[in-house]
């Protein structure tokens, strides 16, 4: 059993949408990323996303709203729900999710990582 400091873990992060694994509880894989820009439209039949704005702000796409995250603040996007998220700047988050739940959810392309690697 160790702390982990996410400042010191989001310094070895050097891609943006890019998921690092700092930790695992009960099934559920602890990951952050730093973001910028727009990433796609997925879903995630079976996995709901929980996702916690650190540093920046992001938005929270939904086909019928958007869901503005300012630091500090925090989403789940329930199973099954579309979703896009964007950051106009740099962002830094922390999500939660099932473990092996793909990044791109029922999308597999270029941004879908299949094996996230662990910080």
Same mark, same amino acid.
């Given at each position: ?28 894989? $602890? %990951?952050? *990323? ?11 039949? @079976? /996995?709901? !996303? +929980? #996702?916690? =704005? $650190? %540093?920046? *702000? ?11 995250? @300012? /630091?500090? !603040? +925090? #989403?789940? =996007? ?18 939660? !999710? ?22």
């Amino acid at each position: 059993m160790t702390k982990v400091n996410l400042s010191q873990k989001f310094n070895l992060v050097d891609e943006f949408w890019s998921p690092r694994i700092v930790g695992e509880l009960n099934g559920q894989a $602890v %990951k952050i *990323a730093k973001i910028k820009g727009q990433f796609i439209w997925h879903s995630h039949e @079976n /996995e709901d !996303e +929980f #996702f916690l =704005v $650190v %540093k920046g *702000a992001m938005v929270i796409r939904l086909r019928e709203r958007d869901v503005t995250l @300012n /630091e500090g !603040e +925090f #989403f789940v =996007v329930p199973r099954g729900v579309e979703h896009k998220p964007v950051a106009e700047k740099e962002a830094h988050i922390v999500m939660f !999710e099932p473990t092996g739940t793909l990044n791109t959810g029922d999308v597999n392309n270029e941004r879908t990582i299949e094996k996230v690697k662990r910080i």
